[in-house]
């Protein structure tokens, strides 16, 4: 969540505050050359941004998060890709059931008939978060449709060194899930090194629709518990060449989880970026961008030029 994840909102908001963040969606989406649109799938109508030609990138978004999130790290990728950013089943503008499952692989399943609805054959995945598990998996359960896979501080990984995220968890407390205002100044603390500054009006928006939320959030995060170890337990079946990002200052994931993937995926490459958090394309767009791109290109050295 970040000031993208802000701007995305698809309900109605009072007066001139529905007008700001109606603009300023607008805005950053046209800024990077995307278009909104719709597609039914099953009982699901999903909402999701398309733009740029070439070979297709598919972004897959994390946890509390939507299509958004993506924004600002596409930008300079749309004039040589066509990306592809959906809102996931339960999150964003996609519907959500409270009697289905929204596990990591019945997410995989649903999102593999969302890309045959919209034809992709043959593309590139990238997802942060849980959003990177489900792109890890779809990679190993799908190998023939992946041209290269990108993970950003993926879940779905055992860390050999716990957590911070998972040191509140064993107390009975989830950070990521906020039940006041209180907690969610801490959730903005706690995924980011460098939380964004928004207007207090915004700010009490977007706390009060994460808190009336959070029933539906705890049950999608539950489920997704119940399979913490799916990326891992498939990474030997990926051979698409992999590029693993993670922030050093990831509080929600471990850092050593990288180490996992990096040994366990035997075409990955691991690029680790100074003070950053744990959704790398919102606190660092630009450079996660310039990474990313590097690697779509097959250059080798994907350091160069950070800070």
């Known amino acids: 969540m970040t000031l993208l994840l802000f701007f995305t909102v698809s309900i109605s908001i009072p007066s001139c505050s529905s007008a700001l ?58 004039g040589s890709y066509r990306v592809v950013i959906p809102d996931l089943p339960g999150f964003g503008e996609n519907d959500r059931k409270q009697e289905d499952e929204y596990s990591i692989l019945t997410q995989v399943g649903r999102l593999d008939e969302f890309s ?16 990177g598990s489900i792109s890890g998996v779809y990679t190993a359960t799908y190998p023939d449709k992946i041209l290269t896979l990108g993970l950003l501080d993926s879940a779905g990984v055992k860390s050999p060194i716990q957590s911070e995220l998972s040191v509140h968890l064993s107390k009975g407390k989830n950070p990521l899930v906020a039940n006041n205002e209180e907690e969610f ?51 030997k079946l990926i051979h698409a060449r992999t590029l693993i990002v993670w922030g050093d200052t990831d509080r929600v994931i471990h850092i050593s989880s990288s180490d996992v993937l990096l040994k366990g995926i035997q075409s990955s490459t691991r690029v680790i970026l100074k003070d950053c958090g744990h959704s790398p394309m919102l606190e660092r767009p630009t450079e996660t961008a310039e990474v990313y791109a590097k690697f779509l290109k097959g250059e080798a050295d994907l350091s160069s030029g950070l800070k």
């Open 116 to 131: 045959k609805a919209i034809g992709l054959s043959k593309f590139h995945i990238i997802g942060n978060s849980m959003g």
């Open 185 to 235: 100044d801490f959730l903005m603390n706690f995924i980011f090194v460098k939380p964004p500054t928004i207007p207090s009006f915004l700010k009490g928006y977007f706390a009060d629709k994460s808190i009336r939320n959070r029933e539906f959030n705890e049950k999608i995060y539950k489920e997704i518990r119940t399979q913490m170890s799916a990326l891992e337990d498939r990474m």
């Open 21 to 78: 963040v109606s603009s300023a969606l607008y805005y950053e989406r046209y800024q990077s050359n995307l278009e909104k649109k719709e597609v039914q799938v099953g009982s699901y109508k999903w909402t999701y941004l398309e733009g740029g030609k070439g070979e297709t990138i598919l972004l897959i978004h994390g946890f509390g998060g939507d299509k958004d999130n993506w924004t600002r790290f596409v930008r300079t990728l749309t």
